[in-house]
């Protein structure tokens, strides 16, 4: 059982050494969260927005206005912009405008773009949605297929439980094994017959 516990603990210290969340976070919505009265964007939705992209001194680095103003549109899922932006406008509404903020990791990474985002740096957008287009309804044989993340969540599962099986199996808790009792030696099958 001892064993058993120590197993338990290095797996759940991996666990939380593995799961520090990257996020992107929301810093200002004129929506509050559940009073969205019009669409919301959810994966495979087309969205057009206007924007502003921003360093955190608050230069800006792109927007919506130095292209000609026009909405830009794009689908979430089809990963054609940075995971950020895609991950910011997750339960977007229509018409809402909001600031985000992307950490590098989901933005343009370790090394930047040369002469625009300098390396590592987190950057921050104003949004505000123009309209959202609901995406196609998919067949339902699509909807049984599993996603990548359920896979590996069921793999890394499976990954536990055997390496739990193999802890156990190699290093076997002798205060729970059944020791003979001193005195009187077993009788086996063989002694019983004579």
């Known amino acids: 059982m001892n064993k058993f516990l120590i197993a338990l603990l290095v797996l759940a210290t991996l666990a939380v050494s593995f799961a520090q969340e990257i996020g992107v976070s929301i810093l200002k919505t004129d929506?509050?969260?559940?009073?969205?009265?019009?669409?919301?964007?959810?994966?495979?939705?087309?969205?057009?927005?206007?924007?502003?992209?921003?360093?955190?001194?608050?230069?800006i680095f792109d927007s919506s206005e130095l292209h000609g103003g026009a909405p830009f549109n794009f689908t979430i899922g089809e990963?054609?912009?940075?995971?950020?932006?895609?991950?910011?406008?997750?339960?977007?509404?229509?018409?809402?405008?909001?600031?985000?903020k992307i950490p590098y990791q989901l933005a343009y990474g370790e090394n930047g773009i040369e002469n625009a985002i300098p390396p590592r740096t987190d950057i921050y957008f104003d949004l505000e949605v123009v309209s959202i287009e609901a995406a196609p309804a998919q067949p339902f044989y699509y909807q049984l297929i599993p996603s990548v993340g359920t896979i590996i969540a069921f793999s890394m599962l499976g990954g536990f439980i055997v390496l739990v099986k193999f802890i156990i199996k190699r290093y076997p808790d002798e205060s729970n094994s059944k020791k003979p009792t001193p005195g009187k030696p077993k009788k086996t099958k063989a002694a019983k017959q004579n």
Do not use: H
């Open 31 to 59: 929506t509050p969260k559940g009073e969205c009265k019009g669409k919301t964007a959810t994966i495979g939705d087309n969205v057009s927005l206007k924007y502003v992209g921003k360093f955190e001194d608050g230069t």
């Open 79 to 100: 990963r054609k912009v940075i995971p950020g932006l895609e991950i910011g406008t997750i339960n977007i509404c229509e018409g809402e405008k909001r600031s985000i």
